[in-house]
């Protein structure tokens, strides 16, 4: 049994067969997701008491019963989602989509992402393979870009869910099958695909393919594994953090707020809030990364200090890329930020001071508005910091751009300063109360000269600078990626 690490497997997929014959098969609970989705499910019907005798009895005694065989998990599948009839398709999916969006998104594993983005730009053809329902897979799916779901399917009559199964739950030699009866409707050659999966339930699925992988293993699939000489991948746990990340984190905060209470002091004494603004973001970040145990590995600093003024861009991902674009921009830096920041404790006011600009993203004239001050502030010789997608990510892909940040550099003349982001989220993620320790990857890519854009062609450039973004994550430069004329529609 060979115990691998994500930048093996990543390494094997690359050195392997390419195209679609091949196949990427991924078990969904535990395996791309940190636990049971169902879990989630059960808490948001507790918290929401609408949860019915019945349905809190299954869920409470099922972890404890032990399923045998693929009958006994149908039957315990089938008193589930009994409770589900009446309910429209629309209403399922909808409430799933909710679930991932408030918590099972935040449980996903970041190497099982990894190694699907591999997967595919090895061409070959990834499908989810679970006992979960389509429901459950389809929000991380979409995500993700995977096109292929074997699920357990409901029984839908005119739109509505009639509690009863299409089929038999894709568990155990049902999972198997339906893999090989995909893998010959899609012509794929199993005996050189790829299957991921952790439990012991999945072993007839594993053994259906040439190249199984058992990701955080239960104990027979560990067993299993070690008699197949299957590697072993084992990902770190995302539903719960270590003691010392919430330790760091504390002292992350702590610093954090110490340095404003201490830069807006100094303000009041000397009535410089430029210089406070600087302290604070040069010590307050450098301190507090320290203490949460985070370093920051930047590739290409050089573009970071090219031309200033200028409009820094970055793909946002969690709280932490506060301290990371502080920390690497260092001075004479403002930004565009949330309405709801402006009344946070002692965060709030350092914000003012720091002349940031407000945005409220509920009323549109307001948020063009607000724009307008981060113009004047870059004329004055400050740079601006912002995040062109709006709103932190839920999962590593880049969301859509948004105009703001191209209109401020456009209007004051300054050049844009993408900066890609690889992994903060792995370290806290949109949702994550706690930092985790480790080293964030930046790479800032050449600046780019807006001056000649033409507004007719906004669109097309904006969406040439996202792809800049999507092609440095994909594949990770080892030096800077230069934004030419021809990528630009003028």
């Not at 008193?79 to 909808?94: C, K, M, Q």
């Not at 591999?118 to 429901?135: E, F, K, L, N, P």
């Not at 320790?437 to 930046?442: E, F, P, Q």
């Amino acid at each position: 049994m060979d115990v691998f690490n994500t930048a093996d497997a990543i390494a094997r997929i690359k050195a392997g067969p390419q195209g679609p014959s091949i196949g990427a098969f991924f078990d969904f609970d535990g395996t791309l997701i940190d636990g049971y989705s169902v879990g989630e499910y059960f808490k948001e019907r507790i918290r929401t008491r609408t949860i019915s005798v019945k349905e809190l009895v299954t869920g409470v005694t099922a972890p404890f019963k032990g399923i045998a065989n693929e009958a006994e998990f149908s039957q315990l599948f089938k008193d589930l989602i009994a409770e589900w009839a009446g309910n429209s398709e629309d209403e399922v999916r909808a409430l799933w989509q909710k679930l991932f969006i408030e918590r099972i998104a935040r449980c996903m594993f970041h190497e099982a992402y990894s190694l699907v983005q591999a997967h595919m730009q090895a061409g070959h053809t990834v499908a989810i393979a679970s006992s979960a329902t389509r429901y459950q897979i389809e929000p991380l799916a979409i995500e993700y870009g995977i096109e292929h779901i074997l699920a357990t399917e409901l029984e839908i009559k005119r739109g509505i869910v009639n509690g009863k199964l299409n089929g038999e739950p894709l568990w155990g030699k049902n999972k198997a099958a339906a893999v090989r009866g995909f893998a010959k409707k899609q012509k794929i050659n199993l005996s050189k695909s790829y299957g991921y999966a952790n439990g012991d339930e999945d072993i007839d699925f594993l053994s259906t393919v040439g190249l199984a992988t058992a990701v955080n293993p239960q104990k027979e699939l560990q067993l299993k594994a070690a008699s197949e000489a299957w590697p072993v991948l084992n990902f770190d746990p995302r539903k719960r953090a270590p003691f010392k990340a919430f330790a760091g984190t504390v002292g992350a905060y702590s610093a954090m707020t110490a340095t404003m209470l201490a830069g807006m002091a100094y303000n009041r004494f000397y009535k410089e809030p430029r210089r406070a603004a600087d302290m604070v973001g040069t010590i307050g970040s450098e301190l507090g990364l320290a203490l949460a145990g985070i370093k920051v590995n930047i590739l290409n600093e050089h573009n970071l200090w090219r031309v200033r003024p200028a409009v820094f861009i970055l793909n946002h991902q969690s709280k932490l890329d506060f301290f990371i674009f502080y920390n690497i921009i260092r001075r004479e830096l403002t930004g565009v930020v949330k309405k709801e920041a402006e009344n946070v404790p002692v965060i709030g006011p350092f914000l003012r001071m720091a002349e940031m600009s407000f945005l409220d993203r509920s009323n549109s004239k307001k948020a063009i508005d607000a724009l307008q001050p981060a113009v004047d502030r870059l004329k004055r010789g400050l740079s601006v910091a912002i995040a062109p997608e709006g709103t932190r990510s839920y999962t590593p892909k880049v969301g859509r751009f948004k105009k703001g940040a191209f209109h401020i550099a456009m209007q004051a003349g300054v050049p844009i300063v993408p900066v890609v982001i690889r992994n903060a989220g792995e370290l806290m993620w949109r949702e994550d109360a706690t930092m985790r320790a480790g080293t964030v990857d930046i790479c800032a890519l050449d600046p780019i000269d807006v001056s000649q854009w033409d507004p007719a062609n906004l669109d097309d450039n904006i969406a040439a600078v996202r792809q800049l973004f999507v092609d440095t994550l994909a594949d990770w430069p080892t030096e800077t990626k230069t934004m030419n004329d021809s990528s630009l529609v003028n």
